[in-house]
């Protein structure tokens, strides 16, 4: 008979609350070892194939001789029963070779480095120099120069359509407020504070001022074609797919996008540097060329030579990009190229869910310049099956939102992308941060009063500085490639 | 009574005769060849030495002098930590589940869902003062550090550095090659730092710096230390929190002895991985919420006992320091535990 003193405590179990009872009693009974297998000992030396059915069967067993019933007929009225191809088996995968993707969602991080509160922008040598569009050119071998080429600056200010600024205010005032659609957008958000809620908003949806926007400008421009008949030869495309893939140091990259606009002209544009490093490139139209003019965008070839390409040292530039199986050979723009005599002028980006501060200005400039490297790409294999370049290709890109305008002017001088000792590079000329106008009137923290999207019809017309610049380097870009 | 009396005997029975038979059965069982290594359940692959591949190809400019080595967190860690994996989300923590794990390592940010202390299992109150507060986003942290036993080091540049909402140390983004991860920062971690792993243990001690992981038995006496492992390949356990550190204090033979941040020492083999400082977030325990509704907000509910009579239980407890803990051997091989479900009244079910 245990005593009393041996007996205290040992009886928790039988005296606590019941649940409390229930939840010890689970957390042992809980509880089942699995118990080992124990082979007797007549089968240990031999080699069995063991098929424990407690678990998955063993890889390097016996084969499954049995095959699965499928029904003799597929109905359409039962292809929901029917499960989905798993990815594996899609015609498009390829299980090679993976592909690293280029999206017009992907950001490459080098401009993603915002210093913290905290941290102070000291240069610890080259590492806060990392900026997306030169992680782009390592990519792409190509040049950047932070300005519009010369010879596109001299044209600046030459051409003017009459009452420009006036039609292109009223033109934006359109697409802020005198619109009649009224349509629930999208909730707002901020990270900062995450329990901060906004209230509904109806009104003009984003892409739709866009586009209400960009169509307009584009009309004005086109206006012009009494002077310029080649204008109506031109086409303006909407929702044409890309994709291209190509390789760089033995990788290969996709690009993939779905152009919004795109506009093509009967003639391919001319080259911006005609005189490349020690060779001439001669030009279709030599006759009326002479060797003794002047090039004012010679000097670009000098300036290229002190760029020196971006050194991540132990992170490949491809780290942004996501490896894909699933993707098509080829090259596609949307329509045959020998066929028709269309080539691409402009590609213009315009971004419908994106606010502002969503992405940095690189993250953009780094898409267009691959994208614009993407069409011209395209372009120069459809020209020069060879693979030897004899013209170089050009191609432009322009960026818009909201009052946001980036202008870019691709040319492409090679095609090959997999020898380091090749000295031709590519040339990017970027025109970054032009504000067609400022003080948007639905900042909520400006204008706590009337800060929602729906009274802006009252005070639109007030305090809209407006910046006439913008439409002059849009007008000499649209005017490239006529006499 | 009587029976209360007869069910304890029987249950002090049963548990001598446990302890007398489970030692037959293992010596039993041990002569069964390891067929367990097959499956993927247990940790028996951290042994093997991962594929190291160094590109020493001249054409490709970006590649040269990279060693690239695969993230070693996979479904390995999920596998191991299976207990707490089950249909309704990966239980990690007392208050946090994510609803789905993927496949592969992921540096995209998970989208967690609350416990408020409650088992996910019984669905009973498993935890007081847990509920409520902000959104949490779970980032996956590596926690092996595996480097190259022969030759030049991994090295790592820092992307980012940023503040987790599931661990007070603040989290920084790691990558070379092609893969990025997370780890836990140190004190003294700057965006664009290069940061060092080697499996290496050489003759003469390495003159470490902060942020580089090595195993234990490389760093010289004294070192500050943290995320140690306790078996090696198995992933941090020790000094994991923000401003936490463990100090070497001797090595005898193929082990060291570490100081825990609680004062308590440790013994674990020499090839165990370790990274070199002290972690970030130092003023972490000098924080002042400033008002109960920022407690509040981090899913911390109210503590009762105002008025509670104190017992001896609480109040200055001076404790004798506890002896050395020995880690020995492999981890042991846990035996594959089969959890019941409660019985749910859903009749339908």
Redesign the interface.
């Known amino acids: 008979m245990p005593k009393i003193t041996e007996l205290r405590g040992l009886f928790k179990p039988f005296t606590k609350p019941l649940h409390r009872q229930w939840k010890w009693v689970w957390q042992e009974k809980g509880k089942f070892n699995e118990p080992k297998l124990t082979i007797p000992k007549a089968f240990e030396g031999r080699q069995l194939n063991i098929i424990d059915p407690l678990h998955e069967p063993d890889p390097n067993a016996l084969p499954d001789e049995s095959t699965p019933w499928t029904s003799p007929t597929r109905h359409p009225m039962f292809e929901y029963l029917v499960p989905p191809l798993p990815r594996e088996q899609h015609p498009l995968f390829h299980h090679d070779r993976p592909v690293f993707l280029f999206d017009s969602k992907t950001k490459l991080h080098a401009g993603n480095i915002h210093p913290t509160k905290n941290q102070k922008l000291t240069f610890i040598g080259f590492v806060c120099l990392f900026k997306g569009v030169d992680q782009a050119c390592l990519l792409t071998k190509t040049i950047p120069f932070y300005e519009l080429p010369q010879s596109i600056k001299q044209n600046l200010d030459q051409v003017t359509i009459p009452n420009q600024d006036d039609l292109i205010q009223s033109y934006i005032r359109q697409s802020i407020a005198y619109d009649a659609t009224k349509e629930k957008l999208p909730r707002k958000y901020t990270p900062l504070k995450q329990r901060r809620s906004f209230r509904v908003e109806y009104s003009i949806p984003r892409p739709r001022q866009m586009s209400i926007l960009l169509e307009n400008t584009l009309s004005l421009c086109e206006s012009l074609g009494g002077r310029y008949p080649d204008l109506f030869k031109r086409n303006l495309y909407r929702n044409t797919p890309f994709y291209t893939t190509f390789e760089r140091y033995g990788e290969l990259v996709h690009l993939r996008k779905k152009n919004e606009y795109i506009l093509t002209s009967p003639t391919p544009l001319s080259p911006i540097v005609k005189r490349l490093y020690k060779l001439e490139i001669s030009s279709g139209d030599s006759v009326n060329e002479n060797l003794g003019v002047h090039d004012p965008n010679g000097h670009y070839v000098m300036q290229g030579n002190d760029y020196k390409f971006l050194n991540m040292y132990p992170v490949y530039p491809t780290i942004d990009l996501q490896s894909e199986q699933l993707y098509q050979d080829g090259d596609e723009q949307g329509w045959r190229m020998k066929k028709s005599n269309e080539y691409v002028h402009t590609t213009f980006y315009v971004s419908n869910d994106e606010l502002i501060h969503e992405a940095t200005t690189d993250e953009r400039l780094a898409r267009m310049v691959m994208f614009a490297f993407g069409t011209a790409l395209v372009q120069a294999r459809q020209l020069y099956p060879n693979g030897h370049l004899t013209k170089p290709v050009t191609v432009q890109s322009v960026f818009l939102l909201d009052e946001l305008f980036h202008f870019v002017v691709f040319q492409l001088n090679t095609l090959n992308y997999n020898e380091t000792n090749d000295q031709r590079y590519n040339y990017v000329w970027i025109d970054k941060d032009n504000y067609l106008y400022d003080n948007r009137p639905s900042m909520v923290m400006h204008n706590p009063l009337y800060g929602t999207e729906r009274n802006l019809q009252r005070y639109v017309l007030e305090k809209l500085k407006y910046n006439p610049e913008v439409f002059q380097k849009f007008l000499a870009l649209y005017l490239q490639g006529i006499k | 009574m009587y029976s209360?009396?007869r069910n304890?005997v029987a249950r002090v029975l049963q548990q001598d005769l446990t302890a007398v038979i489970s030692p037959l059965?293992r010596s039993?069982?041990a002569?069964?060849p390891e067929?367990k290594t097959?499956?993927d359940?247990t940790a028996s692959n951290s042994q093997q030495s991962p594929k190291i591949e160094k590109t020493s190809?001249?054409?490709?400019?970006?590649?040269a002098?990279?060693v690239e080595m695969p993230v070693a967190m996979g479904p390995q860690y999920i596998i191991d930590n299976y207990r707490e994996h089950r249909e309704g989300g990966f239980y990690c923590d007392h208050r946090i589940i994510i609803p789905e794990m993927p496949e592969q390592y992921t540096v995209k940010p998970f989208q967690t869902r609350k416990s408020g202390g409650n088992h996910p299992d019984?669905g009973?109150k498993e935890y007081r003062r847990v509920g409520g507060g902000?959104?949490k986003t779970w980032l996956w942290i590596d926690w092996m550090r595996r480097g190259p036993t022969e030759g030049p080091p991994l090295?790592?540049?820092v992307?980012?550095?940023?503040n987790s909402d599931c661990h007070t140390a603040k989290v920084a983004l790691i990558?070379?090659?092609?893969?990025?991860r997370y780890i836990l920062a140190t004190e003294n971690l700057?965006?664009?730092?290069?940061v060092k792993t080697s499996g290496e243990i050489p003759k003469n001690p390495v003159k470490a710096s902060e942020g580089d992981a090595y195993p234990v038995g490389a760093l010289p006496v004294g070192t500050i230390v943290n995320c140690v492992e306790d078996y090696p390949g198995q992933g941090a356990k020790y000094a994991v929190n923000a401003g936490t550190f463990a100090t070497l204090m001797k090595r005898v033979d193929n082990r060291c002895i570490l100081q825990l941040p609680t004062k308590h020492e440790i013994s674990i083999l020499e090839q165990c991985m370790v990274t070199v400082g002290r972690l970030s977030n130092v003023e972490h325990n000098e924080f002042i919420y400033g008002k109960a509704g920022a407690t509040r907000l981090m899913g911390i509910r109210p503590k009762l006992g105002l008025f509670h009579p104190k017992t001896s239980r609480f109040g200055r407890r001076p404790f004798r320091p506890k002896p050395i803990l020995v880690i020995t051997g492999e981890k042991p091989d846990y035996?594959?535990?089969?959890?019941?479900e409660?019985p749910s009244l859903d009749p339908y079910r």
């Open positions: 209360l009396i304890h059965s039993i069982t002569n069964i067929r097959n499956d359940r190809e001249n054409k490709v400019p970006w590649k002098n990279v019984t009973r902000l959104k090295v790592e540049r992307i980012r550095i940023m990558g070379h090659g092609n893969t990025l700057k965006v664009g730092d290069l035996p594959n535990v089969i959890k019941l409660h």
